[in-house]
């Protein structure tokens, strides 16, 4: 009894100090800003953008995740990125060129750059950076794409300080030296984009550990359009116009905003909110919204599934073939995409010249499913998981459609739910069969599926662990050919490889899908979902 | 006295210790490494083993998980709870930035459920049978029924969407927007929680008073020819209230519960959401400063409730020093 009254007595203290904890809180004291009217979505030149997941910080040296990499594109700034045409676009550098035997790049830098705290960004900055990403102890998630450059192994192993092949001649010439062709290097600078950091400050930060330094969650200097100012909250960032930028801007203020892309529709109709992105499932309604444009691009990512060939279960390319013949994948697209898609057989799906016109169509066929499977003497009992992270309506509904589907023609396939967690552990033990994920950016050059199927690249970036040595010869080859018509038949020869043997099961090609208020004018989309930022600076808004 | 308090001081310190043991065990049997979720599967580029290798040292995950909670629990008694696995900010800052909201929304949550909660429950007591009674008793029920998510959902989509009187999610404009944004921020998800409460304080009202209004000193004061306004104010409601701060104090985990799901719902950055997404990201420094300020908050109030007990009433201090 008495303990009863006890506890009753604490929980109501408990209680009351909560509610003096809110009377004490109370509203914002520190509103600091000018936030205009209450209720108005920004004042006269700021708009606010949706971020949909929540940002970590500024930091490009760790493994990108789609947040952190939009609120980059806003503060830094890096050599070239992807254009909303799907090319290689100058930013920092006006101009570059790849010498005949392929293996010297060199960059010529804008001479008209400052950082925003007046200091000049020249080609001291880019070498400096570039040593810092091919260096693994700072934490980089990067040093993989530099294998070939001269002098990087040794920046890795410790037996040098910085990498030979980073070289820069003068104030405005940054130039990267190989010690194998690779006429593609490019891909390897975009995707993601890899942005420059200023020496003058992150050079005094200790090396070690960089990728970690609390001056990314915080940086006092930037070099792109809009300069982080500070976190209002937790998941909304402001961030004001660079002074020292080197075109007029548009705005005075851009505030990132993490809600979830359900919230962020129902935002923009209220006018809360200026860019979204868009659900397939939402396209209808969206298009329906007043004073609201919707904005549409073929999509150069892929959303697949993937297996781990080396753990044997689906090893067999009769297997993995039934797998895409059971499959309807053009249903998917119509059903669950509401037709806001494409089915392509390979993972790079362009540019036109990368596409041979001889590949195979894995239409949707269950008969020929069933006799593949029995040709390749397939067990009906392995137990097959469809390894996803619940939680995006259209592909929820594509792994519970394609569980169906496999078990069809019997596959006894499962759909087994995970945390993002568990997801990257089974992908490190090496514990999957077919794991959706979504991803890249396939249309440039066919150099982009290096990464995801070379044998150089397992136990990194290609997580399916596939190895075929007559398909890494071409790649190689294909990275070390100038001579277009060369490299044409090269990657006719590669994709016919990547068609016949699966390595990866491309469900479908979903489109960039996103909207933005009448405000926001300049908009321009990329068709890669993670570059939406890419050309903030043009960004203005109509009066 | 003083032996009370130090005794009571010494139980609460044992639970605390259980509790942190607890929840360290828990967290090892979670799936899924913090070290692999830190290095992006799909982006990383080179030797990812390596890498996750690297971080699992930095966090003193390949320690055994003795060898981890002795240095965790080190640095908790001197007041450091470390650092955040996805943003590496101190634990402590982060929380402290998270409470403030947390605590407007409940709060006012509060406020709203005993201001409607209550007296509707001693209303539909008073006027027992009637239309008045049957309505508070159904929509009683309506609230305590109707799950808070889908209220929420309904909430912002009437007010928000079709109404536009309320913004439809988040603490405030951007960048700030002042004393009546931040307010108009509040609203709508501290109306759903308060309203969502207030259910359960209406039917505990009505039955606290009824029980009152059927009992004999009731009915002495009546006979006496006290006025009517004097027998209800003064006497009925008087005791009615007594095991009503109990119910309401019951109820206050109820309340922390529903905060987590309203603030998911209105993109409300308060401690709740910070928790659940410290449960996905595996931040486990994150969800043990969490679980532990809670645990710290009950004991400390259950110390100073029981020390509020002992000055009142003698027979517990002095039964606490025979045992």
Known sequence: MIGRRNRSIAAALAGLAL????????????????????????????????????????????????????????????????????????????????????????????????????????????????????????????????????????????????????????????????????????????????????????????????????????????????????????????????????????????????????????????????????????????????GVTLHRADGPGVLALHTAIDSGKLADPRVRQAIMYAIDRESLVEEVLAGEGKVVDTLVHGPEWAMPDDLTHYGYDPDKARELLAEAGWDPATPVRLEIVPGQRDRDTTMTIVAAQLQEVGINAQVQPYEAAQLSESIGNRDFDLLISGYGLFTIDPASMNARLMCAQVGGANISAYCNEELDALLQQGIATTDQAERESIYAQAQKIVNEEVPIFVLYVPNTLAATSDRLQGFELNPSVVDAFWNAADWTVSS | MLAFIVRRLAISVVVLAGISVLLFVLLQLMPGDPAEMMVDPFSFSGDRAAAVQQRREELGLDQSMFVQYVRWIGEFVQGNLGFSYSTQRPVTEVMLERFGPTARLMGTGLVIALLVGIPVGILAAMRRNTAVDYGATVLSLVAISIPSFFVALIGIYVFGLKLGWLPTAGINSPGGGGFVDSVRHLVLPAAILGLALAGPYVRYARAAMLEVLGQDFLTTARSKGLARRRVIGRHALHNALIPLVTVVAVQIPTLFAGAVIIEQIFAWPGMGRMALDAVRARDYPILLGFVMAVAVLVLLCNLIADVAYAIIDPRIRLSGARA
């Open chain 1, 19 to 290: 509610l003096a904890a809110a009377a004490c809180s109370g509203p914002d004291e520190d509103t600091g800003s000018t936030g205009g009217e209450s209720g108005a979505p920004a004042g006269d030149r700021e708009v606010t953008v949706q971020l949909y997941q929540a940002p970590r910080g500024f930091s490009p040296l760790l493994a990108s995740i789609g947040p952190d990499h939009l609120m980059e594109q806003l503060h830094w700034d890096s050599l070239v990125s992807a254009t909303a045409d799907g090319e290689y676009g100058p930013r920092l550098a006006e101009s570059w060129e790849v010498s005949p035997d392929g293996k010297t790049w060199t960059f010529h830098l804008r001479d008209d750059v400052l950082w925003s705290d007046g200091e000049p960004f020249t080609s001291e900055d880019v070498l400096f950076t570039y040593n810092v990403y091919a260096n693994p102890a700072t934490g980089s998630a990067y040093a993989g794409k530099f294998g070939t450059v001269t002098g990087a192994a040794a920046l890795a192993d410790g037996t040098a300080d910085a990498v030979a092949g980073f070289q820069a001649p003068d104030e405005h010439t940054f130039v990267i030296q190989l010690d194998a062709p690779n006429v593609a290097l490019l891909d390897e600078l975009v995707q993601p984009i890899l942005f420059i950091l200023p020496q003058h400050v992150v050079g005094e930060l200790p090396l070690e550990g960089l990728a970690d330094n609390p001056f990314f969650r915080e940086p006092t200097v930037g070099l792109g359009p809009y300069v982080f100012q500070r976190w209002v909250t937790d998941d909304q960032v402001e961030f004001a116009a660079n002074p020292e930028y080197r075109d007029e801007l548009g705005l005075d203020r851009i505030f990132t905003q993490y809600v979830t892309t359900d919230v962020a529709t129902a935002q923009l109709e209220t006018g809360e909110i200026d860019f979204a992105q868009v659900a397939a499932p939402d396209v209808a309604r969206v298009e329906g919204l007043d």
